[in-house]
């Protein structure tokens, strides 16, 4: 069996105004969980439509289970589960018709219909919900449930577009949970997102912005490409001490966190030692400092703003 889930070369889609997505170069192995994380607009649902192979290219070509996306749909279709940003649950339908419906759909019957229906009310911690309309549930359970529903026909492949926009942050976890369920029983999933911090729970992300991969790799090593050594620094005025911070040389970048400063500089000692002295003149104290590991999101800022960077130049 090919090892590879999906393959991607040079796929492009153009828009009248825009290219959403281009000459993107994507492999995923089997049994991977694959973070495929931007901020809105960056070509993710796109990505994600052709890899479903309901969007032709423009041009580039990907196949998806060994199959090209654009002349060997069919196929694809069956060993894929793929939920849209925008979902369709039968609002007035319960969370077990809805699953039925679905089993009807892909042509599931006798028993082991029954076993997977009630196998997937399980697995989405829906059981106890089974009676309630679609309409009636929490925005993170209509998640669930629209990911169960994605699972009625056992996909070895699911592709996930932004499963999490709009979930509270707790629902945001459980779901994450469901999906680290999924990875451990060997199926490949992809999975879009814009929340960073969700990088963390992938096997290998690529952050893609403005249509382009930016970057693909596992999450440490993406922490590990940063510029410079990152400073946490907590100042007794913290909007003063950032404009000072800004204008020393070496500084990369700064992002304020709470109380915190954070900043990539190229060498922390000197920065500090400038700070403290620019600092005193203005009566402002560096009540402490420390040198800290950069998390994704800081990872992300700061490789777009190189990206940017080497687009102006
Ligand atoms: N059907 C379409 N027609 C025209 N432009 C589109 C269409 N779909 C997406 N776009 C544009 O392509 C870009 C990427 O969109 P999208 O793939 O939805 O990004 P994301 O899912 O990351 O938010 C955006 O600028 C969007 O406006
Ligand atoms: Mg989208």
Redesign the pocket.
Known sequence: MDQLAIETENLT?A???????EDLNLSVRRGEIFGLI????????????MLAAIMDPTSGRASVAGYDTVRQPEPIKRRIGYMA?HFNLYRDLSVWENLNFFADVFELSGPERVQQVERLLRFARLTEFRDRRAAHLSGGMQKKLALACTLIHTPEILLL??PTTGVDPVSRREFWDILTDLHLQGITLVV?T?YMDEAERCSRVGL?YQ?RLIVCDTPEEIKAMTEGELLALWPSDLRLARQVLEGLPGVLEVQTYGEQLRAFVKDAATTVDQLTAALATNRIQLLQWSLTQPRMEEAFISLIRRERQELRH
Not at 38 to 49: F, L, N, W
């Open positions: 889609r828009f009248k105004n825009t290219t959403a997505v931007g901020p809105d607009g960056a070509g993710k649902t796109t990505t994600i439509r940003q577009d932004e879009s814009p893609i249509g």
